[in-house]
Structures are given as structure tokens and as C-alpha cells.
């Protein structure tokens, strides 16, 4: 399985920026696709997921009302649309992917920086 993200940059306080991730390697039925963050010095967030079959999504309480995952399955990809953007927002952000049935995320891609002023 390979996970490969884009789509990060800098951005003013209620700015605005979407990321994709390319998924590939398998196909991903019955398996959820995430979005995380990480700030240097704390533990990695769990932003957004999405069920690959229904589309079901939960997102932390942090970025709820502001942020959007979604998936499109012919494409294979995982976009996370970000709105209203905060400096607390500032983080590199990951996407990950697991079976269903997993305990916890499998797959990571390589990470995009988001910046966040204000």
C-alpha cells in the first residue's frame, strides 16, 4: 500500500487550503482512510476518517464545522477540505489507512506541512 499527500502550504487565519492523498496498492474495500496531525513535541492527533464502503466520517472536536474528509472511490484518493483555518492548525498532516478490522492504522503517507498565520 502506498499513501502519497499534497496539497499543504501556508496560509492567513481563515484561509482556506485542501489536501489529497493518492492511495495504491490494493484495493480498499472495507477499509478506513484518516487523516492526521502532528506539532513537534506532541503526540500525532487523529483529524477526520471516512469508511472507504459508506463514506462514514467522525472528526476530532477541534475541527468540527470546519473540515471536510472525503473519498473518491474511481480515484482512489482521500481529500481532507480545511476551512476557517486557525494557527493552531499549524501541524504536518498525514494520511493513514487500515482494515476495518485493524486496531489501529497501518499504512502511512509521507506527510504535508501546514502552516497556519495569523
Known amino acids: 500500500v502506498q499513501l502519497q499527500a499534497s496539497g499543504g502550504g501556508a496560509v492567513q487565519a481563515g484561509g482556506s487550503l485542501r489536501l489529497s492523498c493518492a492511495a495504491s496498492?490494493?484495493?480498499?474495500?472495507?477499509?478506513?482512510m484518516a487523516w492526521f496531525r502532528q506539532v513537534p513535541g506532541k503526540e500525532r492527533e487523529e483529524v477526520a476518517t471516512i469508511t472507504w464502503n459508506w463514506g462514514t466520517v467522525n472528526y476530532a472536536d477541534s475541527v468540527k464545522g470546519r473540515f471536510t474528509i472525503s473519498r473518491d472511490k474511481a480515484k482512489n484518493t482521500v481529500d481532507l477540505q480545511m476551512n476557517t483555518l486557525k494557527p493552531e492548525d499549524t501541524a504536518v498532516y498525514y494520511c493513514?489507512?487500515?482494515?476495518?478490522?485493524?486496531?489501529?492504522?497501518?499504512?502511512w503517507g509521507q506527510g504535508t506541512q501546514v502552516t497556519v498565520s495569523s
Open positions: 493513514a489507512t487500515k482494515s476495518s478490522a485493524a486496531a489501529q492504522f497501518m499504512y
Open positions: 496498492g490494493r484495493t480498499f474495500t472495507n477499509w478506513n
